[in-house]
């Protein structure tokens, strides 16, 4: 039974087990607050900032446009742009570096510690993001997610969704590919850990994008699990 | 204060963590047991493991007279040559493979893992060894001690105490050394964190080669911290 062969779970973290959304936003009000700025739409700027800075960011450099830099170097020059076409001035240096760190204080879904703790007590349970180490590390301690090991795709100096990427889990934790499987809400994410050897569950994360955002489309049949969250998950891996 | 500047502490684990040395004969009694082997002088080929193994075989590889190689290839080579030489026959590879394994089954002394959940309440806690990635990982499970992240010199394919080693813990943690402290029972290793910036506490284990085996020299005043074990750290960099 793949229950009983599979070793390790890997993780995407943004989207997957943060509210990356709603905790950018929450982090975007609270310096809104402290200096005046009552007009500015943060939740556009949250999107936009994802989905240009990182998203987009990660694509071109894997389609050799521009060189190689972490993703925290992507958040931050995004947010030195985004701060002011969105009419954000005033800020110290210090406090332009406390925002971009927004991303290492991301609040977690709320099954996704209790269901970590479950799935941990069968599996090795790591990160595998594009996040940087320092930034996943940082998120874990704060928000008690209890990985037993932070893999970044930094540590390659790569991204998923490239083949390296996903193989670097079973190479650092010596494990044959199909004895890791991936745990994504992304469809984009989970292929490419398919590609690669690796099982995939997919737990889709509708609220990803807020309340009537972008909806993930009906789950494709390939994947190994498909579960509403991680204690869905862990109860159809058979922890009790 | 030293202790408010800090913000990661880094471990050497085998020995200062870990009594190496009573789970490896541990291990290895118990394949004497199986298979019913009584004369094998089991101490003294643990000793060897590492001696020769393990802290000789990275000295090679640092002075450039072999190749690189992991550590958990350091170990299975020198077991390959340690079982004939002491009369240990008749074993399958998959013995051999899981006796070679018992570096990532290592128990930790008593005060360890009580010791770390204090320290991670404060900084973050983290692996800096040269064991393997994976040995530190399966390691930490079995034992429970609760690594923020692990990390091991076979990231960047070198070993303490190089240079690099220690500016490892920083660089991933983007940290500078001086917020970074190598708590370690042995003085080479804390001179080596010395040399690349890094604070240092000595936490010496007079048990680390067995009752009346090789004992600690008297703590050199240079260290920022010396601790009769993890608890006593912990109180005092002032952690209840």
């Not at 990356?20 to 005046?36: E, T």
């Not at 389609?63 to 992507?74: H, R």
């Not at 569950?201 to 993930?216: D, I, K, S, T, Y």
Request: glycine share 8%; hydrophobic share 40%.
């Amino acid at each position: 039974m793949l229950s009983d062969s599979l070793r390790a779970l890997v993780f995407d973290v943004f989207g997957t087990c943060t509210d990356w959304r709603g905790s950018v936003i929450r982090a975007c009000q609270a310096v809104g607050m402290a200096k005046g700025l009552n007009n500015v739409d943060w939740p556009t700027l949250a999107d936009e900032w994802r989905r240009d800075g990182y998203i987009r960011g990660i694509a071109r450099i894997r389609a050799g446009e521009t060189p190689y830099v972490g993703s925290d170097v992507l958040f931050r020059r995004k947010l030195d742009e985004l701060l002011p076409k969105y009419g954000v001035n005033g800020l110290s240096e210090p406090e332009i570096a406390d925002l971009a760190h927004a991303w290492r204080r991301l609040d977690p879904w709320p099954d996704t510690v209790p269901g970590l703790h479950r799935l941990k007590s069968r599996y090795v349970i790591a990160t595998l993001s594009n996040g940087s180490f320092a930034t996943l590390t940082q998120m874990a301690k704060r928000a008690g997610m209890p990985w037993d090991c932070i893999i970044s795709t930094e540590l390659r100096q790569t991204f998923k969704p490239e083949r390296e990427a996903y193989l670097l889990a079973p190479r650092l934790l010596e494990l044959d590919p199909d004895q890791v499987m991936l745990v994504a809400a992304h469809e984009s994410d989970l292929k490419g850990a398919q590609a690669a050897g690796l099982h995939t569950a997919l737990v889709p994360r509708p609220l990803e994008w807020g309340p009537g955002g972008l909806q993930p489309p009906p789950p494709d049949p390939s994947f190994d699990f498909v579960a509403q969250d991680f204690g869905h998950l862990a109860t159809q891996l058979g922890i009790s």
